[in-house]
């Protein structure tokens, strides 16, 4: 494992370039070759390029999400944040992604109590309406969005279902989501921000007014069960309710629609895989593996560097230093994944990258899963002869990568 010295840009590594984002895989291809950490200058950014790193990194403790919570930022070396954006900072301070032990820990343990893998499975026959519900009108018309008209408010209506937050919302929940998850990209112009920072100050007084709502009139939602749930004494405070009922919103539909819309442009674009699933000889459960794996919708995510003693590709990193971990190339890693630039759709290899690991591991692995697992089930058995009528495109973001649209005639 090398640190290489070339500069990811010249081995064409562009995540504000279409014509990267459209197709990145090559470029990693080249840039695993180059070296397994490679510098990226315009971000101070040292990117992780192959499986065993990424994966090593993700459950490295000496790394860090955040490092508010050990160092200032004069003492970490980083300007004071950028105060024009409060109400989007206040929406994100006690956010599971933005915390480290102990207060991640104190939080992701309360939420985990409620969020059991039991209370998922036993979502099945709700999920399994709700996609029959959202599929089956759209399977008489000539052609449909799939991503527009199928996925996104499917997907929206599960997790208001599991979270207590009316139906009738979920369209503004989905703008207020857009706008925030704008946030996350490698750069993003100040319009854009502050349309956030609006958005962001929505929904907080949004969930704020439902979870008062729960305290006076508790329902057998999510919400009302985090309002009363107590651990040890130990209480979620409003302000943390707020910030991790907008957290799983958001991430509860954002990747699970971006997955589902590359993951069935992938599939479709080979019908002999295609095939696969609907003779039976595949599941869409061990399908729904090989959509995360070969076209994950999370590109990559960073770390601080928290304590000296960290070392990737023969480098020694100081304290300070920001790594950042490609997940869309570790799942390429032909050291991994035999033939990894085949989409196999039996390979059912769930050690992907696609949701992370370590202690930020995703929460709603099982629910996501389970989402998708579902509407591949119902395309199988009510849309078998499904084409795609339109190249699709993918919208020119990187880090949260995903299409703008998939254009599919249900009956071929
Ligand atoms: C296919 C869909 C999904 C993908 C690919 C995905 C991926 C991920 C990844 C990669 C992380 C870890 C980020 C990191 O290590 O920095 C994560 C964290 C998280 N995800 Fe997901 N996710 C999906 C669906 C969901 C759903 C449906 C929910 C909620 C219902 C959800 C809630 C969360 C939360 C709360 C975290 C933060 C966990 C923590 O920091 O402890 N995700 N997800």
Not at 41 to 66: C, H, K, S
Not at 82 to 99: A, C, I
Request: glycine fraction near 8%; hydrophobic fraction near 40%; proline fraction near 7%.
């Amino acid at each position: 494992m090398t640190f290489g010295s070339a500069d990811p840009a010249q081995l064409g590594f562009a995540p504000q370039d279409p014509a990267f984002i459209a197709d990145p895989y090559p470029a990693f291809g080249t840039m695993r070759a180059a070296g397994s950490l490679l510098y990226y200058e315009p971000r101070d950014l040292f990117l992780l390029t192959r499986f065993a790193d990424v994966n090593a990194a993700l459950r490295n403790r000496r790394l860090g999400r955040a490092y508010d919570h050990r160092f200032s930022h004069a003492e970490f070396g980083r300007p004071e944040p950028d105060g024009r954006w409060p109400r989007f900072d206040e929406s994100e301070r006690w956010s599971l992604l933005n915390l480290e032990p102990p207060d991640h820990t104190r939080i992701r343990r309360l939420i985990t109590k409620v969020f059991t893998a039991k209370a998922i499975a036993g979502m099945r026959d709700v999920i399994t309406e709700l996609a029959a519900a959202h599929l089956d009108p759209l399977l008489d018309r000539d052609h449909f969005d799939l991503i527009a008209d199928y996925a996104q408010p499917y997907s929206v209506a599960v997790i208001c279902t599991l979270l207590g937050v009316p139906h009738s919302d979920g369209a503004r929940l989905l703008d207020w989501s857009h706008a925030i998850v704008k946030m996350y990209e490698f750069a993003t112009p100040d319009d854009e921000r502050a349309a956030a920072d609006r958005a962001a100050g929505e929904f907080i007084d949004y969930v704020r007014d439902l979870i008062g709502q729960r305290r006076v009139d508790p329902r057998s939602d999510l919400i009302t069960e985090l309002v009363q749930v107590a651990d040890a004494g130990d209480r979620l405070t409003e302000d943390e309710i707020i910030c991790t009922t907008i957290v799983l919103l958001n991430a509860g539909h954002e990747a699970t629609v971006n997955t589902l819309g590359n993951g069935t442009k992938a599939l479709l674009a080979h019908p002999d895989e295609w095939a696969r699933v609907l003779s039976g000889e595949v599941e869409p459960l061990t399908a729904v593996e090989e959509m995360l794996r070969f076209d994950p919708p999370l590109q990559l995510f960073e770390r601080w560097v928290l304590d000296a003693g960290v070392e990737f590709g023969g480098r020694t990193f100081a304290v300070g230093e920001r790594i950042g971990m490609m997940f869309g190339s570790a799942n390429r890693d032909p050291e991994r994944f035999a033939d990894p630039d085949r989409f196999d759709v039996a390979r059912g290899d769930a050690t992907h990258i696609g949701f992370g690991g370590g202690v930020h591991f995703c929460i709603g692995a099982p629910l996501a899963r389970l989402e998708i697992e579902v509407s591949l089930a119902r395309l199988r058995d009510r849309a078998p002869g499904l084409a795609v009528i339109r190249v699709p495109q993918y919208q020119p973001y990187f880090v949260i990568r995903g299409l703008s649209g998939l254009l599919v005639a249900p009956h071929g």
